[in-house]
């Protein structure tokens, strides 16, 4: 499942794509932590604030060897093959 962080600050916007929400609760926690305002959206529209990240990444896949092979840059593009029916 992919899952949108929506990310604010001083005017400036952005959306970033993760595939899994592991991965969308660990770039969202840094940006909120930097001082962003920042939620999560996942495929079907659920809106996930900063008090539920930690729910939402306890429910997510655990990584795979090979995710954690991938270097961070990358992440973002990454299509994770046990997604995959």
Same mark, same amino acid.
């Given at each position: 499942?992919?899952?949108? /962080?929506?990310?604010?600050? =001083?005017?400036?916007? $952005? $959306?970033?794509? #993760?595939?899994?929400?592991?991965?969308? *609760? &660990? #770039?969202?926690? @840094?940006?909120? =932590?930097?001082?962003?305002? *920042?939620? /999560?959206? =996942?495929? !079907?529209?659920? $809106?996930?604030?900063?008090?539920?990240?930690?729910?939402?990444? !306890?429910?997510?896949? @655990?990584?795979?060897?090979? =995710? $954690?092979? /991938?270097?961070? @840059?990358?992440? &973002?593009?990454?299509?994770? #093959?046990? &997604? *995959?029916?």
């Amino acid at each position: 499942m992919t899952f949108t /962080i929506h990310s604010s600050k =001083d005017g400036n916007v $952005q $959306q970033t794509l #993760r595939i899994g929400s592991r991965a969308a *609760v &660990e #770039r969202a926690l @840094a940006l909120h =932590d930097a001082g962003w305002h *920042v939620y /999560i959206t =996942d495929a !079907a529209g659920r $809106q996930y604030q900063s008090e539920t990240f930690e729910t939402l990444a !306890a429910h997510g896949p @655990a990584l795979t060897i090979a =995710d $954690q092979m /991938i270097p961070r @840059a990358n992440l &973002e593009t990454h299509i994770s #093959r046990r &997604e *995959v029916p």
